[in-house]
Structure formats: structure tokens, C-alpha cells
């Protein structure tokens, strides 16, 4: 049997568990590895930062559903690396996280660029391996991939000392990864007697609202989440985290809950006596107060993690299982059930809620400031809710989910969980990488867009066609309005003078525009989605714009601020 | 037994480094608070037992045990609350003693079981073993004395034979 060094079978290992490509940035510790990839087929995209790398792994996963993969050196490589990291864990991502370590002897010396990165990353990693002995190597990436991709996703990290990659050794392939004390498959398919149970409780529901997950997405559920709605007529709302994997166009579409979800769902939510949790795990966005959340309904709860269940909310029903195998289960067991109840008065007063509170928002007057919504729904109309968004974090984030109409799963990318503002480029990369033949739309905020601003460097050197719009209103916006209604106005170091964008990017390669007027937005936006260069679109919008409604922080989710009049 | 809002869990883990951390990091990480925690090598050299003491409501509880669950180098978690079975605690206690009062500190030792690990002039170390209300006794008892230090092992728990069936192991947890 061939030896091989120690980094050769990191990168066979990468090509065996079908990794096309991968984001990193080279550094002492991981330059044996480089050396590797240097005659390797897999694709390396040099990042400028590596939390970019950590970023962009994380945006080719939500746009691929694949396992994503990042690489940074010991040190401050890896520490870089965390913020990203913590993202992917938050909202149950797959990905591979490689990093460097110093030389084994070396470890816990306090050696150059040396860091704890087990410890460091511990609570926000699915877990994490520290390879001591290049004999291990090959089975540790095996179950690096099996453990990040399997039950629910998330990320896992892998310190390789550079000994370790330099070390030569006999390559042993694992075909199979056991691992006793990590069996997800054991709750695949969720238990009868629950899914039986819950069968009863859909058919005897008058009331019933369907609150799908970021975990149907996860689950690839999007068929079987439809024809279960189909099957039992139900409202259907989903968080962020799951925005398109319902069609928003299709009239049993409630749109997204929560804080900033409409009006009409929210009250769904609140007055409905069935709630089926389909992969979502009741997030304090979504519930507001739990005390007073949906307190007349039976709870129905799917989810692949135990440890969801019961967190936060009490629930008659769990179901712990795969979303599309559970959801497969109750759909044969509904398609053999010929009656149904009517959930006609049902529809009538959602249909009231509606119609008394519909989402919007006051467009500009003739001659006034260029409202952020309207760029929103311009661009929803030219792309036709095609495009893959990935956005930062903050009003821009919530304008996206109310504004523009939501129909294909896995094209709304976002940081829901951590909140991570810096995430919308880096993710829009990794997208583009993995969605190549996609249109890409990198949404950003003047605040955010700054944070990770090196990757339109990357996004260049690739020469990626993707386009960022940056609803730039001068200020922190989401803080501004928090101020504003909470704060007594006190706008505490919220206003932020942005660059001229237009002008970095050029600086950086890429072509920029700034436009102030609503009449510019659609022969700009018309003219950018149509060529293949990478785009900064600088939109200077109303710095007084807020979003509605807002559930205020320790309230019920029927309590919202619908605006400021 | 311990108090109703007390619970024993045993936890099978994997006996690899940085295992201990993990559960510590979950532990401090998840906000809750522990009594004791004892750790050793299992009848299988490749795994390790931790028991583990917690205190707080059945829901904090039932959280605890499927965070643990959750861990990928976690093999079992037992709740032994949920079942009969059999606790024990190590102590070292050093009683202050004088002249006067070291034969009654001897006579307490003995009739606690209790072993006499050192003799000195002002004080003496007891080794006791025992349940929780069995330590609790010995520490009331050797009050009045003075205890200069003590020293507990954490308690370590075992099933008794027949065990009850909403014992549960990590297969069936949550369900």
C-alpha cells in the first residue's frame, strides 16, 4: 500500500465525500495542505478574510443543500473563522471547517499562532476532532462529513497539526462510519403512535395554521410540506429560515410570522386550535412572549432534535423524525381519510384579518426619498421571485421577507439565527459557486455591507456576476427604529456615514451605480440583472422608514405596532 | 434517596480527551447548575462514567439530559431517580480535637463507621462513606467539634437489578 503524506489524504478524503470546491486562505500551519491542494482537482477560492471563507462554505450549503467546506491556518486563521462557524450552528448548516493547528509537541506551549480552537469552538460546533495521528485522519473526515450532513445539520470542525500533514502514512478509505454514540437514523421516521396521533388532531382541527422550518428546508421537504398543505387545506406560514419552500403566490400562503411577519398570520397563529411545528422549533422571534404565545391551540411538533422539543414551548404532539418522512407518513395516512373538516369560517376570518390588515407600506411622494420597499418589490417583479438572495442582517433583511414574493425553497439565504451582520456577500459567493447557472442578489444594508466589503475582491477574481443592492439609509436601521420607538428617540451612535460604494467598488474591480430616485430603480436594476458583471447598487433610501409591524420586545404576538400613525 | 428535586444521571461517554469539557461546556453553556460530578473508567476501558447530580424542575431536567444526548461522544444517559439504586459518596473530613475531645470524636467515628486516616495532635481525618443523608449525619455530628476541611469524592450511583421500565437510555429518549 502507498504512503501517503498526511495532507494527500486530507484532499483524497475531500474528493471522495464529493467536495467541488472549497473557500480558504493559506498560513503557516496549513501550508502543507496547500501543497497538497496544488495538485489536487478540487476548485480553492482564496478568500480576503477568513470569516469570509466560513461565509461562503455556509452560502454554498443553504443553496446546495451539500456539505460545505472552509480551510483557514492556526491561530488567527481559525479564530476569524468563528463568527462564521457560529452562523452555520445556529441555523443547523452542514459544513466542514479545516483548520491548522501547531505542530502536536507544540500544543498547549503557547506557540506562534497558537489557539484552542477545540475549546474555542466547542459550544458552537456539532463537534469537533483534533487529529493527533495522521493514521486517524481518514476516518475523522469521514465522520466530520457524516456527522455535519446527518440528523441535524450543523457545523464540525477538524484541527489538523501540521506534523499531522506532513506525517506519511498508509491510506486506509473507512467505507463505513459507526459511531455509537451518534445513531440519527434511529428517529427517521417518527413514531406511529405519534404520527397517529397527530392524524387525529388534524382531522378534528376547525382552526388549524401549518408553521413550517427551516428544517423542512434542511430536509429537502419541499413536495411533501405542499402536498400536505394541499391534502389538509390549512393555512401555511413559515419562518425565514424556510421562505419559498411554500409558494407565497398560492392563496393558502399566510407568508412569514413573527416579530415582523404580518399582521393577519400572526393573529392565525395566535387564535388557531391546531399549530403544526413542521422543522421549526419556536423561536423567541416567532413566539414573543411564551407565556401568552397561541394559547388556545393543540401543538403539534416535528423536529429531527429531541432537545427542541419542549424547549420553549409546550407541545401535545411531538413527532420526532425527518420532516420528509414524517410528512410522506401523514400524507398516505390523509390521502386514505375521505372526510375533512370544514375550515371554511376558518378561511373567513383570516381572510378578514387580511383584508383589515394587508402588508404595506406608504410609497414615495412625487419628488420625495426612494422607499427601501419599493426597490424590494421592483426587484421581485423583474426576477419573478427567481433570483437567490442572500442578505446581511437588519431592515433591509425583513423589507426581503415581506416584500418580495417567496416561491422556490433554498433562495432566501440568511443569517436567522446568530443574526450575523457581514453575512450577505461571502454567503452570495458561496451561492454562486454552487448555483452557478442562478441569478445571485447579494441584499445589504450601508451598515453590514462594510463588514466583509474585502470579499467583493474574491467575488472579482472569480469574476462572479453577482449584484449587491445596498438599501443604504445612513444609519443602523434596525437600531435607529428600535431607538426611535423604544429608546425615546435617542439615537444613540446609530447614524453611520457610508463611503461612497459606487466608488469602492470600482476600486475593487467591480462596477458600481448610485441611485437616489424611485424612477431610477428599474431601468438600473432592468440593466444590471441583465449583464454578468459583479454590481454594487448604492440605493439611498428614506432614512425614517421602519418596518411594520413589529411585535415590541415581552409582548404577545397579537400585540404589534402596525405603524407609528 | 435523594430530595424529589434532586437528580442522579449516569452518563456513558466515550473515553477521549476533551470529554469532560464537552459536558462541562454544555452544562455551563445551557445555564444549569450542578451538585456533584464523579468520573472513571467503566468495566470497558474505551468508555468512561460520569455521574452526575443536578437539581431543578423536571423540564430543566428533561433539557439536561437531551443536551447531553445531543453530544456525539455521549453513549447513554440514565436517569437513576427514575428507578431504585444505590448511592455513594466519599468524604475526608479534618475534626479539630483536643486532648479532651478527641476519644468522642473516636467514638463518633466509630459508630459512623467511619475510618481514621490521620492522627495528630490537633486534629484527625475521618474517611466516611456513604449516602447523601449518611454524609449529611456525620458533618452534623462533627459540627460542634470544628471541621477544619473537608473534602467529597462526588457521588457515584448504580442501578439496583430490577430496573423499571421508564428507565431511559439514549435510544428511546424524548419520544
Given at each position: 500500500?502507498?504512503?501517503?503524506?498526511?495532507?494527500?489524504?486530507?484532499?483524497?478524503?475531500?474528493?471522495?465525500?464529493?467536495?467541488d470546491v472549497?473557500?480558504?486562505?493559506?498560513?503557516?500551519?496549513?501550508?502543507?495542505?496547500?501543497?497538497?491542494?496544488?495538485?489536487?482537482?478540487?476548485?480553492?477560492?482564496?478568500?480576503?478574510?477568513?470569516?469570509?471563507?466560513?461565509h461562503m462554505a455556509d452560502g454554498y450549503a443553504r443553496a446546495t443543500g451539500k456539505v460545505g467546506?472552509?480551510?483557514?491556518?492556526?491561530?488567527?486563521?481559525?479564530?476569524?473563522?468563528?463568527?462564521?462557524?457560529?452562523?452555520?450552528?445556529?441555523?443547523?448548516i452542514p459544513m466542514?471547517?479545516?483548520?491548522?493547528?501547531?505542530?502536536?509537541?507544540?500544543?498547549?506551549?503557547?506557540?506562534?499562532?497558537?489557539?484552542?480552537?477545540?475549546?474555542?469552538?466547542?459550544?458552537?460546533?456539532?463537534?469537533?476532532?483534533?487529529?493527533?495521528?495522521?493514521?486517524?485522519?481518514?476516518?475523522?473526515?469521514?465522520?466530520?462529513?457524516?456527522?455535519?450532513?446527518?440528523?441535524?445539520?450543523?457545523?464540525?470542525?477538524?484541527?489538523?497539526?501540521?506534523?499531522?500533514?506532513?506525517?506519511?502514512?498508509?491510506?486506509?478509505?473507512?467505507?463505513?462510519?459507526?459511531?455509537?454514540?451518534?445513531?440519527?437514523?434511529?428517529?427517521?421516521?417518527?413514531?406511529?403512535?405519534?404520527?397517529?396521533?397527530?392524524?387525529?388532531?388534524?382531522?378534528?382541527?376547525?382552526?388549524?395554521?401549518?408553521?413550517?422550518?427551516?428544517?423542512?428546508v434542511m430536509?429537502n421537504?419541499?413536495?411533501?410540506?405542499?402536498?400536505?398543505?394541499?391534502?389538509?387545506?390549512?393555512?401555511?406560514?413559515?419562518?425565514?429560515?424556510?421562505?419559498g419552500?411554500?409558494?407565497?403566490?398560492?392563496?393558502?400562503?399566510?407568508?412569514?410570522?413573527?416579530?415582523?411577519?404580518?399582521?393577519?398570520?400572526?393573529?392565525?397563529?395566535?387564535?388557531?386550535?391546531?399549530?403544526?411545528?413542521?422543522?421549526?422549533?419556536?423561536?423567541?422571534?416567532?413566539?414573543?412572549?411564551?407565556?401568552?404565545?397561541?394559547?388556545?391551540?393543540?401543538?403539534?411538533?416535528?423536529?429531527?432534535?429531541?432537545?427542541?422539543?419542549?424547549?420553549?414551548?409546550?407541545?401535545?404532539?411531538?413527532?420526532?423524525?425527518?420532516?420528509?418522512?414524517?410528512?410522506?407518513?401523514?400524507?398516505?395516512?390523509?390521502?386514505?381519510?375521505?372526510?375533512?373538516?370544514?375550515?371554511?369560517?376558518?378561511?373567513?376570518?383570516?381572510?378578514?384579518?387580511?383584508?383589515?390588515?394587508?402588508?404595506?407600506?406608504?410609497?414615495?411622494?412625487?419628488?420625495?426619498?426612494?422607499?427601501?420597499?419599493?426597490?424590494?418589490?421592483?426587484?421581485?417583479?423583474?426576477?419573478?421571485?427567481?433570483c437567490l438572495m442572500t442578505?446581511?442582517?437588519?431592515?433591509?433583511?425583513?423589507?426581503?421577507?415581506?416584500?418580495?414574493?417567496?416561491?422556490q425553497p433554498r433562495t432566501y439565504i440568511t443569517?436567522?439565527?446568530?443574526?450575523?451582520?457581514?453575512?450577505?456577500?461571502p454567503a452570495a459567493i458561496g451561492a454562486q459557486f454552487g448555483r452557478p447557472d442562478e441569478r445571485v442578489i447579494c441584499?445589504?444594508?450601508?451598515?453590514?455591507?462594510?463588514?466583509?466589503?474585502?470579499?467583493?475582491?474574491?467575488?472579482?477574481?472569480?469574476?462572479l456576476?453577482i449584484?449587491?443592492?445596498?438599501?443604504?439609509?445612513?444609519?443602523?436601521?434596525?437600531?435607529?427604529?428600535?431607538?426611535?420607538?423604544?429608546?425615546?428617540?435617542?439615537?444613540?451612535?446609530?447614524?453611520?456615514?457610508?463611503?461612497?460604494?459606487?466608488?469602492?467598488?470600482?476600486?475593487?474591480?467591480?462596477?458600481?451605480?448610485?441611485?437616489?430616485?424611485?424612477?431610477?430603480?428599474?431601468?438600473?436594476?432592468?440593466?444590471?440583472?441583465?449583464?454578468?458583471?459583479?454590481?454594487?447598487?448604492?440605493?439611498?433610501?428614506?432614512?425614517?422608514?421602519?418596518?411594520?409591524?413589529?411585535?415590541?420586545?415581552?409582548?404577545?404576538?397579537?400585540?404589534?405596532?402596525?405603524?407609528?400613525? | 434517596?435523594?430530595?424529589?428535586?434532586?437528580?442522579?444521571?449516569?452518563?456513558?461517554?466515550?473515553?477521549?480527551?476533551?470529554?469532560?469539557?464537552?459536558?462541562?461546556?454544555?452544562?455551563?453553556?445551557?445555564?444549569?447548575?450542578?451538585?456533584?460530578?464523579?468520573?472513571?473508567?467503566?468495566?470497558?476501558?474505551?468508555?468512561?462514567?460520569?455521574?452526575?447530580?443536578?437539581?431543578?424542575?423536571?423540564?430543566?431536567?428533561?433539557?439536561?439530559?437531551?443536551?447531553?444526548?445531543?453530544?456525539?461522544?455521549?453513549?447513554?444517559?440514565?436517569?437513576?431517580?427514575?428507578?431504585?439504586?444505590?448511592?455513594?459518596?466519599?468524604?475526608?473530613?479534618?475534626?479539630?480535637?483536643?486532648?479532651?475531645?478527641?476519644?468522642?470524636?473516636?467514638?463518633?467515628?466509630?459508630?459512623?463507621?467511619?475510618?481514621?486516616?490521620?492522627?495528630?495532635?490537633?486534629?484527625?481525618?475521618?474517611?466516611?462513606?456513604?449516602?447523601?443523608?449518611?454524609?449529611?449525619?456525620?458533618?452534623?455530628?462533627?459540627?460542634?467539634?470544628?471541621?477544619?476541611?473537608?473534602?467529597?469524592?462526588?457521588?457515584?450511583?448504580?442501578?439496583?437489578?430490577?430496573?423499571?421500565?421508564?428507565?431511559?437510555?439514549?435510544?428511546?429518549?424524548?419520544?
Amino acid at each position: 500500500m502507498a504512503k501517503m503524506k498526511g495532507a494527500q489524504i486530507l484532499t483524497e478524503c475531500l474528493k471522495r465525500e464529493g467536495v467541488d470546491v472549497l473557500f480558504g486562505y493559506p498560513g503557516g500551519a496549513n501550508l502543507p495542505i496547500y501543497d497538497a491542494l496544488y495538485d489536487s482537482p478540487i476548485k480553492h477560492v482564496l478568500v480576503r478574510h477568513e470569516q469570509g471563507a466560513a461565509h461562503m462554505a455556509d452560502g454554498y450549503a443553504r443553496a446546495t443543500g451539500k456539505v460545505g467546506v472552509c480551510l483557514a491556518t492556526s491561530g488567527p486563521g481559525a479564530t476569524n473563522l468563528v463568527t462564521g462557524i457560529a452562523t452555520a450552528f445556529m441555523d443547523s448548516i452542514p459544513m466542514v471547517v479545516i483548520t491548522g493547528q501547531v505542530r502536536t509537541y507544540l500544543i498547549g506551549n503557547d506557540a506562534f499562532q497558537e489557539a484552542d480552537v477545540c475549546g474555542i469552538t466547542r459550544p458552537i460546533t456539532k463537534h469537533n476532532f483534533l487529529v493527533k495521528d495522521a493514521a486517524q485522519l481518514a476516518r475523522t473526515i469521514r465522520e466530520a462529513f457524516y456527522i455535519a450532513g446527518t440528523g441535524k445539520p450543523g457545523p464540525v470542525l477538524v484541527d489538523i497539526p501540521v506534523d499531522v500533514s506532513q506525517a506519511e502514512v498508509d491510506f486506509v478509505w473507512p467505507e463505513k462510519v459507526e459511531l455509537r454514540g451518534y445513531k440519527p437514523h434511529r428517529f427517521y421516521d417518527g413514531h406511529p403512535i405519534q404520527v397517529d396521533k397527530a392524524l387525529a388532531l388534524i382531522l378534528g382541527a376547525k382552526r388549524p395554521v401549518i408553521y413550517v422550518g427551516g428544517g423542512a428546508v434542511m430536509s429537502n421537504a419541499t413536495a411533501e410540506v405542499r402536498e400536505f398543505a394541499k391534502l389538509t387545506g390549512a393555512p401555511v406560514t413559515t419562518t425565514c429560515m424556510a421562505l419559498g419552500i411554500y409558494p407565497e403566490s398560492d392563496p393558502q400562503s399566510l407568508r412569514m410570522l413573527g416579530m415582523h411577519g404580518a399582521a393577519s398570520t400572526n393573529y392565525a397563529v395566535q387564535y388557531c386550535d391546531l399549530l403544526i411545528n413542521v422543522g421549526a422549533r419556536f423561536d423567541d422571534r416567532v413566539t414573543g412572549t411564551v407565556a401568552t404565545f397561541s394559547p388556545k391551540s393543540k401543538k403539534i411538533h416535528i423536529d429531527i432534535d429531541p432537545a427542541s422539543i419542549n424547549k420553549s414551548i409546550m407541545v401535545d404532539v411531538p413527532i420526532i423524525g425527518d420532516v420528509k418522512r414524517v410528512l410522506a407518513v401523514l400524507n398516505t395516512a390523509l390521502k386514505a381519510e375521505k372526510k375533512r373538516p370544514d375550515l371554511s369560517d376558518w378561511w373567513d376570518q383570516i381572510h378578514e384579518w387580511q383584508k383589515k390588515h394587508p402588508l404595506t407600506y406608504q410609497p414615495s411622494k412625487p419628488g420625495g426619498k426612494l422607499k427601501p420597499q419599493y426597490v424590494l418589490e421592483v426587484l421581485s417583479e423583474l426576477t419573478k421571485g427567481k433570483c437567490l438572495m442572500t442578505t446581511d442582517v437588519g431592515q433591509h433583511q425583513m423589507w426581503a421577507c415581506q416584500f418580495y414574493r417567496w416561491n422556490q425553497p433554498r433562495t432566501y439565504i440568511t443569517s436567522g439565527g446568530l443574526g450575523t451582520m457581514g453575512y450577505g456577500l461571502p454567503a452570495a459567493i458561496g451561492a454562486q459557486f454552487g448555483r452557478p447557472d442562478e441569478r445571485v442578489i447579494c441584499l445589504s444594508g450601508d451598515g453590514s455591507f462594510v463588514m466583509n466589503i474585502q470579499e467583493l475582491a474574491t467575488a472579482v477574481d472569480h469574476k462572479l456576476p453577482i449584484k449587491t443592492i445596498i438599501l443604504n439609509n445612513g444609519n443602523l436601521g434596525m437600531v435607529r427604529q428600535w431607538q426611535e420607538m423604544f429608546y425615546k428617540r435617542r439615537f444613540s451612535h446609530s447614524g453611520i456615514r457610508p463611503p461612497d460604494f459606487a466608488m469602492v467598488a470600482q476600486g475593487f474591480g467591480a462596477r458600481g451605480v448610485r441611485i437616489t430616485k424611485p424612477e431610477e430603480v428599474r431601468p438600473t436594476l432592468e440593466k444590471i440583472l441583465k449583464d454578468d458583471d459583479c454590481w454594487v447598487v448604492d440605493a439611498i433610501c428614506d432614512e425614517d422608514e421602519k418596518v411594520f409591524p413589529i411585535i415590541p420586545p415581552g409582548k404577545a404576538i397579537d400585540e404589534m405596532i402596525m405603524d407609528m400613525a | 434517596m435523594p430530595a424529589p428535586n434532586k437528580h442522579t444521571l449516569s452518563v456513558v461517554v466515550e473515553n477521549k480527551f476533551g470529554v469532560l469539557a464537552r459536558i462541562a461546556t454544555i452544562i455551563a453553556g445551557r445555564g444549569f447548575n450542578i451538585d456533584s460530578l464523579a468520573v472513571g473508567e467503566t468495566e470497558d476501558p474505551t468508555t468512561s462514567r460520569m455521574t452526575i447530580v443536578f437539581q431543578g424542575d423536571e423540564r430543566t431536567i428533561d433539557q439536561v439530559k437531551k443536551q447531553l444526548n445531543r453530544l456525539v461522544d455521549v453513549i447513554t444517559v440514565q436517569d437513576l431517580t427514575k428507578g431504585e439504586f444505590i448511592d455513594r459518596e466519599l468524604m475526608l473530613v479534618r475534626v479539630a480535637v483536643t486532648a479532651k475531645s478527641r476519644a468522642e470524636v473516636m467514638d463518633i467515628a466509630q459508630s459512623l463507621k467511619a475510618k481514621v486516616d490521620d492522627v495528630g495532635t490537633r486534629s484527625l481525618v475521618l474517611q466516611i462513606v456513604g449516602d447523601t443523608a449518611k454524609i449529611r449525619s456525620a458533618l452534623e455530628l462533627l459540627k460542634p467539634y470544628g471541621i477544619q476541611e473537608i473534602v467529597r469524592t462526588g457521588r457515584i450511583a448504580m442501578a439496583r437489578e430490577v430496573q423499571p421500565e421508564n428507565t431511559k437510555t439514549k435510544a428511546t429518549s424524548g419520544v
